[in-house]
């Protein structure tokens, strides 16, 4: 018997200042630390935008306003032999305060402000390459 599909749903943040990205070093499904845009899950009665402006609070230690939304990623993968269907709708943000210190530091490895082109080197995930599409005018080279 093959077992239920879970669907989820996150939402993340895009933060630009100064034609630099902001990339966090997490840990993925596999253990290994990669280099993405801060999301997460929605908690129960929170909208995709409340969830991506208290994810990026929590894993950046900053505070943004989102300024447009960028798009919704689908995409599947298995968790404990679980499939999982997941979409997280993603928005351009900007700081509005905060120190740049993480609140979750057991989940944030690390975080470095990129460029287009060192982002691209970096970056793992489909979805996070079609974020700097998106983005090529308001990121530098």
């Avoid at 989820?8 to 933060?15: D, N």
């Avoid at 404990?80 to 989940?107: A, C, H, I």
């Avoid at 982002?119 to 998106?134: F, M, N, Q, T, W």
Wanted: aromatic letters at 10%; proline letters at 6%.
């Amino acid at each position: 018997m093959q077992p239920e599909t879970k669907k989820e749903f996150s939402g993340g943040g895009v933060i630009i200042e100064g034609g630099k990205a902001l990339l966090i070093m997490m840990r993925n499904l596999k253990g290994e630390h990669v280099w993405t845009f801060p999301k997460g899950h929605l908690e129960p009665g929170e909208t995709p935008e409340q969830a991506a402006v208290r994810e990026v609070l929590e894993e950046t230690g900053y505070e943004c306003r989102i300024k447009k939304k960028l798009f919704k990623a689908h995409y599947s993968f298995t968790r404990d032999s679980f499939p999982v269907e997941k979409d997280v709708q993603w928005y351009l943000m900007e700081k509005t305060g905060g120190n740049g210190v993480p609140r979750t530091p057991d989940e944030i490895f690390a975080m470095k402000w990129c460029e287009a082109e060192e982002a691209a080197k970096i970056l793992v995930y489909p979805s996070d390459h079609k974020i700097l599409e998106l983005l090529k005018g308001e990121l530098g080279k």
